[in-house]
């Protein structure tokens, strides 16, 4: 067993009698991308800033390659931080933005200038070099902030939030070359983000935090197909929720009874549950077929709607239970025979990439 790189030892953080991070714990590897999620005020900041050392945590430790870190100031952390209001020095220019905490440091001016053309090169800003920052666009900020943090190759990188102020083209952009980044130096970042897709696309793992705790931590895969309660399932994708009653369950596969009435056998669940207990199984939309298809479940169906969506066609149907769910087919044929507006039919899954969840 190799020692963790970072060690989030049991971090809490209090303020007066509320509680904002309870005992968080990770070990982070050498070089993971591991990203923060969860909604406003789940404590993900919070818990960066402990590692930053903006704010020492009530009681817990965090240690690198096995030094506490908490005795050592934030600036002697060694750690680069690109955080969404931590802003560039309007008045330096690129160059000297990028150069500053390698001056801070004392360095060589010969290794400086290096550097600065270095970064430059990996942001792909070489032409700006000599701007001012209230001469570039937001997405070129961010990336000049990128530069300053990595300039002194700092073994980990935190970033909160770093995009949430860019439109979706420019973010998509920044995302990109924060993994090729991140692929080309090897850098341990720590991401926070409250957007599922953007962790998905960037993380290693991901720590989906609900509350001041870490409700689950994987893969995106790990967290999608194998989501530990519904506020995971219902966090990370689309998903849908329709009512059911517990029947039995046998090595981790339970049997339902859904409000049509009809038995499903063979779906997930992590969880213990009594027989005829009210219970919510959990579809992702591109989980349903238009077609029956081997060990498939069939749900009874009123059609309300569909629409395109370029790659994919969207169905919304009602369910015998009342709820509305939505439906995007994706392996069977993209013409769904027989389904159009105003109809009854049924749409099938399967039930083994169902979860079960307690109502
Ligand atoms: N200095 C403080 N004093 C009192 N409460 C605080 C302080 N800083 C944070 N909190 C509270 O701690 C909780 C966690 O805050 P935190 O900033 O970590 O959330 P977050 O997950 O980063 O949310 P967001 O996505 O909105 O940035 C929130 O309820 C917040 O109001
Ligand atoms: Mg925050």
Known sequence: MTRPFLSIRAVRKTFGAFVAVHDVTIDVPKGEFLTFLGPSGSGKSTTLYAIAGFQDPSSGDVLLEDKSLLSVPSHKRNIGMVFQRYT????????????FPLRVRGRPDAEVKKKIADMLALVRLENFAGRYPGALSGGQQQRVALARALAYDPPILLMDEPLSALDKKLRQEIQAEIRRIHRETGVTILYVTHDQEEALHLSDRIALFKEGRIEQIGTGEDLYLRPASEFVAGFIGNS?????????TANGASTVRLADGSVVSGVKTTQAFDRGQKAR???????FRLTPGPACAA????????????????????????GEIDVRPTSDAAEPAGIDAASRGQVFFDPASAFLFPA
């Not at 199984?281 to 989980?287: F, G, I, N, S, Y």
């Open 240 to 248: 849908n929720f329709l009512p059911a009653e517990h029947l039995e």
């Open 299 to 322: 749900l009874a169906v009123e059609i309300v709607d569909t629409a395109f969506f370029g790659d994919r066609k969207r169905i919304v149907v009602r369910t015998a239970g009342g």
């Open 88 to 99: 560039l020095f309007p008045h330096l220019s690129v160059a000297e933005n990028v150069a």
């Open 281 to 287: 199984l959990m579809v992702r939309p591109e989980a």
